[in-house]
Structures are given as structure tokens and as C-alpha cells.
């Protein structure tokens, strides 16, 4: 049983376009995430949803949306996409909202813009 | 907000030594610190966990000991093996949020 998937897990396109990531867990929590993780492994909270709605919004650019049309699922919409959105990105989901919570972390998907 | 630094980036032993990665936090208001483990290809998978009323826990071969006064936190495994070989990052909480640390890629030779 999977607890937290990703699809797709890999993402080649071109700049400019508009790519779609879904993440579906099937623990029963009540919060989401989406992390970005670079090229040197650094790994960073994007957003967090929690009950369907957003709690956390980093400092992230508008062409990034999420979306949470329930608790079980958190997709994450790019728009006009640049070299510098390539990475992974990870779901994650925990239980309660807040920071002290284990958090489980889907596999990933890799997203590459040339 | 909360910073949280990780030593060292990169750590080689030989299969059967101890390898210990250390961690610093900012924020004094933090209280929950895991540590998660990276395969290649894979998501981060919790390994172990401290909260800030906890000096040290221990899980078979991985242990971590919190210093709050200093705020410091370690990572600690013993017996290596080649399995353990992976990146494995440090987080603290922040307001809300979990903050890594950079990840230290531990090599485990036979």
C-alpha cells in the first residue's frame, strides 16, 4: 500500500509551458505539503495545506498554485514554466498541522525544463 | 526565523565504524527535531525523532542526544553498514513548519 504517491514521477518540458504534479495519501491526515528540492539537495517547504486550506505559502512566485480539492489530495499547478523550476518535488502529509508531526514524504517527481 | 545548519556535507567510513552528523538550530522556541533518511530516488523517510523534554533517544543502532542549551542535536550510528549509505537530513521546527539542514551524504564502504 502506498502512503503518499506522486504522479508523474518524472516531468520533461519545454519553457514556457504549463505542467500539472498530483500527490494522492491515503493515511487519513489532515495536512499536506509541497517541498522543492534543488540540484545541492536542499530541501524547502513551498506550501502546507491543512483541511483543504492553505496555511503555509512561502515565499514562492505566482506561477505556482496548489490546489487541495480534499483532505487526501494536494495537486500543484505551474504556469509559464522557467530552467530554474527544475528539481524535485515532494509531497508530504502529516497528521496534524504544525511542525511536530512526523511528516511522510512521497517519492518525488523530478521536473526538468529545457 | 529558524536556521538550521548540518556537519559535515559528506561523510565517509568503513563498514562496522560509528558515523555521528551534527546539527545547530537558532530558534530556542523549537521543539521537535527528526531526522530523515534519503535513498537515492527516493522520498525522505523519518528514521528517528527527538522532542526538547528528551536529553537522548535511542532506536537499535541510531541514537540522537539534543542539547538545548547549546542547540545543538546529533545523529548517531553505530555499526555501519553499506545499507546506511544514503543522505540523511536534520530539521527543526520553525513557526509551522519544518526547517532541513543542508543533508550529509553518508558512504559506507565495505
Redesign the interface.
Known amino acids: 500500500d502506498t502512503a ?1 504517491s506522486q504522479t508523474p514521477k518524472y516531468l520533461v518540458t519545454q519553457m514556457g509551458n504549463d505542467k500539472s504534479i498530483k500527490c494522492e495519501q491515503n493515511l487519513g491526515h489532515d495536512t499536506m505539503y509541497w517541498y522543492k528540492q534543488d540540484s ?6 513551498m506550501f ?1 495545506y491543512n483541511n483543504k486550506e492553505l ?2 505559502n512561502e515565499t514562492v512566485p505566482n506561477r505556482f498554485s496548489p490546489k487541495s480539492p480534499d483532505k487526501a489530495h494536494l495537486n500543484l499547478h505551474i504556469n509559464s514554466l522557467e530552467l530554474g523550476d527544475s528539481a524535485v518535488y ?1 509531497c ?1 502529509s502529516s497528521q496534524v ?4 508531526d ?7 517527481t523530478r521536473l526538468t525544463v529545457l | 526565523g529558524e536556521n538550521v545548519e548540518q556537519h559535515p556535507s559528506t561523510l565517509s567510513v568503513q563498514e562496522g565504524d560509528s558515523a555521528v552528523i551534527k546539527c545547530t538550530y537558532s530558534d530556542s522556541a523549537s521543539n521537535y527535531f527528526p531526522w530523515y533518511k534519503q535513498e537515492l530516488g527516493k522520498g525522505p523517510q523519518l528514521i528517528i525523532d527527538i522532542r526538547s523534554n528528551v536529553g537522548e533517544k535511542k532506536d537499535q543502532r541510531i541514537a540522537v542526544t539534543l542539547n538545548k542549551t547549546a542547540k545543538h542535536f546529533s545523529l548517531h550510528i553505530t555499526e555501519t553498514q553499506p545499507e546506511d549509505s544514503a543522505v540523511y537530513f536534520c530539521a527543526a521546527t520553525g513557526f509551522q513548519k519544518l526547517v532541513f539542514g543542508t543533508g550529509t551524504r553518508l558512504l559506507v564502504s565495505p
Open positions: 503518499v545541492k539537495k536542499f530541501l524547502k517547504i502546507s496555511i503555509i515532494f508530504a498541522a504544525g511542525a511536530g512526523t511528516q511522510y514524504f512521497g517519492p518525488g
